[in-house]
């Protein structure tokens, strides 16, 4: 059984729009990159037709995953957002109770994800260590540094 993803809309449709340049743009490059090797001579010792041909199934391969995925996505209306605790598309000001700093993060999906942004997987240590907690919770998150503690400070959408 597929996994659904939530999106906000914005994310959705760029994701939409990166399916349809795959499909048109990126299906006719690679078609004219086939072409062009082709016309080079002996496909049996044409390595360029070789790249491209490999270069064609993993094109397909992405449109196929993308698809995949949109078919799984849903919208997540950002007015129905419960803020009693945290979840997906929850704006969540935290601080690391050692260190003092603050942070402000966004909840997405994976495909969303910017840390520069601010904007954090929900599959991400981070993301799921907060997934359910409530302002003023305290909770301890497994990252690749090591344990960090963190107190949330607020919930918003």
């Known amino acids: 059984m597929a996994k659904i993803s939530y999106y906000t809309e914005e994310g959705l449709n760029r994701l939409k729009a990166e399916l349809v340049e795959l499909k048109t743009k990126g299906r006719t490059a690679i078609a004219r990159q086939i072409a062009e090797a082709r016309d080079k001579g002996d496909l049996s010792e044409n390595a360029e037709y070789d790249a491209a041909k490999d270069a064609q199934g993993l094109h397909e391969l992405k449109i196929a995953k993308l698809g995949e995925v949109l078919s799984n996505a849903r919208v997540l209306d950002e007015s129905t957002i419960d803020v009693s605790q945290v979840s997906v598309l929850s704006k969540v000001k935290i601080?690391?109770?050692k260190s003092g700093a603050e942070m402000l993060y966004t909840l997405v999906?994976?495909?969303?994800?910017?840390?520069?942004?601010?904007?954090?997987?929900?599959n991400s240590p981070i993301g799921k260590g907060l997934l359910g907690k409530r302002v003023g919770d305290t909770t301890e998150i497994k990252v690749p540094a090591g344990v960090l503690e963190f107190q949330v400070l607020g919930i918003d959408r």
């Open 109 to 122: 999906s994976e495909e969303e994800a910017d840390l520069k942004a601010g904007r954090i997987s929900v």
């Open 95 to 97: 601080k690391n109770t």
